[in-house]
């Protein structure tokens, strides 16, 4: 089973599946190697790792997707991601679509927010009107090559304009075919039972800590219905507290001996990077490589 089709599979089931966001491909290998069985990457992180800044709509599609790729690459696992705004007008949503199906991604999400796209959780953000976020949908859908990857469909309108615009919004993206929807910010009980009530699922909600607190606790979304719950920025905010509290230990003390218990030990990180693995290759095309030259050898003379 591809991992598109892995995905899907994930959001029918009964349950709710935590997603944890990766940042990078390290990060993603270490979901992994915990046993989660799907990922989420986003700008939020993206932004954050690679650029060290917030995420203000500055990278581009194509750093986006060579990001995506490498988490996509390290794992054997279903890596669903943030498509901003789609990256500009029609046609750039089509190319978005076609460069992040070569990236493997098993689905993403378009966002209805104005070019450049900036986190959901910072001021300062605007929606376009709905004939422009109906036609960047379709533009997607239409340049799908394989119908098995998740093409989402999230508003954020729920700040600006309220729950009822932001449901009307989802309603309509549903119209057009797309694969499920989100009206971001909508994330308390209230509002998600209304969410549940009007648009047909499934449903996937985000812990974000950009966000500050949670409004639910993770039982109260499995009681919901929920189908996921991603955590987007959580490996983010955890890798950047630990390097600096291991910083802070070095400049303050000249010595780890504080976070020693933080540190990941050797043997896990090559287990997580997969040295045996890597050396056993290297080793079966070298000794490969050398009976190959043996053979010609003998054969001339």
């Known amino acids: 089973m591809t991992v598109r089709k892995r995905y899907r599979a994930i959001l029918a089931r009964p349950g709710l599946d935590l997603v944890p966001g990766a940042y990078d491909a390290l990060s993603a290998r270490i979901m992994e190697y915990c046993g989660f069985e799907a990922i989420s990457a986003g700008g939020y992180a993206a932004v954050g790792s690679m650029l060290?800044?917030?995420?203000?709509?500055?990278?581009?599609m194509r750093d986006y997707a060579d990001h995506y790729?490498?988490?996509?690459?390290?794992?054997?696992?279903?890596?669903?991601?943030?498509?901003?705004?789609?990256?500009?007008?029609?046609?750039?949503?089509?190319?978005?679509?076609?460069?992040?199906?070569?990236?493997g991604v098993a689905g993403f999400f378009i966002s209805d927010q104005v070019f450049p796209n900036r986190c959901g959780y910072l001021p300062g953000k605007q929606?376009?009107?709905?004939?422009?976020?109906?036609?960047?949908?379709?533009?997607?859908?239409?340049?799908?090559?394989?119908?098995?990857?998740?093409?989402?469909?999230?508003?954020?309108?729920?700040?600006?304009?309220?729950?009822?615009?932001?449901i009307e919004r989802c309603q309509m993206f549903r119209e057009v075919g797309v694969d499920a929807v989100k009206p971001m910010g909508a994330d308390?009980?209230?509002?998600?039972?209304?969410?549940?009530?009007?648009?047909?699922?499934?449903?996937?909600?985000?812990?974000?800590?950009?966000?500050?607190k949670a409004k639910l606790t993770l039982k109260q979304v499995d009681e919901l219905g929920y189908a996921t719950c991603s955590f987007p920025s959580a490996a983010l905010f955890a890798a950047a507290g630990g390097v600096k509290r291991a910083m802070d230990?070095?400049?303050?003390?000249?010595?780890?001996?504080?976070?020693?218990?933080?540190?990941?030990?050797?043997?896990?990180?090559y287990d997580i990077v997969r040295l045996a693995r890597h050396n056993d290759l290297e080793r079966a095309y070298v000794e490969k490589g050398e009976a190959l030259a043996a053979r010609a050898k003998t054969a001339a003379e």
């Open 52 to 60: 060290a800044e917030p995420d203000g709509g500055q990278s581009s």
């Open 127 to 166: 929606i376009v009107g709905v004939a422009e976020a109906l036609a960047r949908l379709n533009a997607a859908l239409d340049a799908r090559t394989d119908t098995d990857m998740i093409i989402a469909a999230r508003t954020d309108a729920y700040h600006l304009e309220g729950l009822d615009a932001a």
């Open 188 to 212: 308390s009980w209230d509002d998600s039972v209304k969410v549940f009530k009007m648009l047909k699922g499934p449903h996937s909600y985000t812990m974000s800590h950009a966000a500050g």
């Open 249 to 269: 230990a070095l400049k303050r003390d000249k010595s780890f001996a504080r976070v020693e218990d933080e540190i990941c030990a050797l043997e896990d990180y």
């Open 69 to 103: 790729a490498r988490l996509c690459d390290a794992v054997d696992i279903p890596v669903y991601v943030d498509a901003d705004t789609g990256f500009g007008g029609v046609h750039n949503v089509r190319r978005m679509v076609r460069a992040f199906e070569r990236a």
